[in-house]
């Protein structure tokens, strides 16, 4: 697949509308030289397809390029059906889709000016993992997202203490070194107060537009008043998944009969598996222990790299 890119733009303040220049250069690892979202984050480089922006004009929208704040404009192909990892070659310059869609908390000015903005539900961002300059009229070869790639995984810490700095966060920190030894790319580690609103946003976020394959939630789950977290898993899994969490509980049974009181739970969100941990360093290293033993598998058959177990 193919397409050829319509305009580049960039800006020096964000939030603001970029302007079309004739030319970008792309840095590794940081974005585009001289743009204001240019970074060591996941959003160095943004996409929005024309045919996206022209339907925007044909309501009588008169925008100009780069006015929802995109930085590459593209024709002949929809970014938002394009999973994350998806590559784009462009000249000597090769970028990797890391999320779709964003999350608008501040309007930006051409939300102010018409009403709408169409980047967060049409644009795409990506990470620059070889650099080289961009133009009007390069083609773009879309390169598919490699399905032997490591999987994806982001660890969120529920402390309203460690939130406000006043308790060290150990555990969400400790999830992540597990996986990263196991071979997984951990994309993201959140420390957030006890807010299940707060939660179901994240995970929501991480499922949908980040497309990570496992999110792990440590702490949350007890008895306390504002131990939300298995709720606030509920309510985002299209399906759960029991088994996980009664093997959890099940094991750190063995280790202290305290384990039955965890309400961990534990569910799908279209492609992503969300497991809800204890709170307690060492009630992480020990279910995590036990995860590890299957969540590969689990992964494989959730994301069609692997057949189920069974046979007819």
Known sequence: MSGKVIAVCISERKGTQKKEVPSIKLVPEWGIEGDAHAGKWHRQVSLLALEKIDEFRSKGAAVEN?????????????????????????????????????????????????????????????????????????????????????????????????????????????????????????????LIPDEPEMLKAQLIRLADQRQVNVILTTGGTGFAPRDMTPEATTEVCDRMAPGIAEALRAYSMTKTPRAMLSRGAAGIRKQTLIVNLPGSPKAVSECMECLMTSLDHGLEILLGRKAECARK
């Open 66 to 190: 780069g006015a929802f704040g995109e930085n590459i404009i593209v024709e002949g192909f929809d970014l938002r059906t394009l999973p994350v990892g998806t590559r784009f070659r462009i000249g000597d310059a090769l970028l990797e889709l890391t999320q779709i869609g964003k999350e608008c908390h501040t309007h930006c000015a051409i939300y102010h000016q018409v009403g709408d903005c169409i980047m967060p539900r049409e644009g795409v961002f990506t990470v620059v993992l070889e650099g080289g300059e961009v133009k009007a009229g390069d083609t773009v070869e879309v390169i598919e997202a490699d399905p032997a790639r490591p999987f994806t995984a982001a660890w969120i810490t529920l402390s309203d203490k460690g939130a406000k700095g006043e308790r060290e966060d150990k555990s969400g920190p400790l999830i992540g070194s597990i996986l990263e030894e196991a071979g997984y790319d951990v994309v993201e580690g959140l």
